[in-house]
């Protein structure tokens, strides 16, 4: 089994920052892609960022500029550094890590969810 768990969530005033962390752990052979998704109340779950394996990043519009996606390898861990928030930023994020455990066959990756943790922005 894998789990995910995120942490760094919590209540910051327009503008600042906070730094949300994600950690992978149980039966892994290796993370492909890692992911953090939001989901605002009423509205569906969008991407947010993405990092590669090898370090590759995307990000969506809305955050490109203000987020910062990074991961540890060795660590199995993921996190997004946001700053200059705005309350529309406002939701439950999602850590997502495409995962291969040594519990399937080599080659065969399950996407796995963390349980996710709110960040509230406010004017």
């Known amino acids: 089994q894998v789990q995910l768990v995120e942490f760094g969530g919590g209540l910051v005033q327009a503008g600042g920052s906070l730094r949300l962390s994600c950690a992978a752990s149980g039966t892994i052979r290796s993370i492909s892609n890692m992911r953090w998704y939001r989901q605002a109340p009423g509205k569906q779950r969008e991407l947010v960022a993405s990092i590669s394996s090898t370090g590759i990043t995307e990000y969506a519009d809305s955050v490109k500029g203000r987020f910062t996606i990074s991961r540890d390898n060795a660590k199995n861990t993921v996190s997004l550094q946001m700053s200059s928030l705005k309350p529309e930023d406002t939701a439950v994020y999602y850590c997502?890590?495409?995962?291969?455990?040594?519990?399937?066959?080599?080659?065969?990756?399950?996407?796995?969810w963390g349980q996710g943790t709110q960040v509230t922005v406010y004017s």
């Open positions: 997502y890590a495409d995962v291969e455990s040594t519990l399937r066959p080599r080659g065969v990756r399950l996407p796995s």
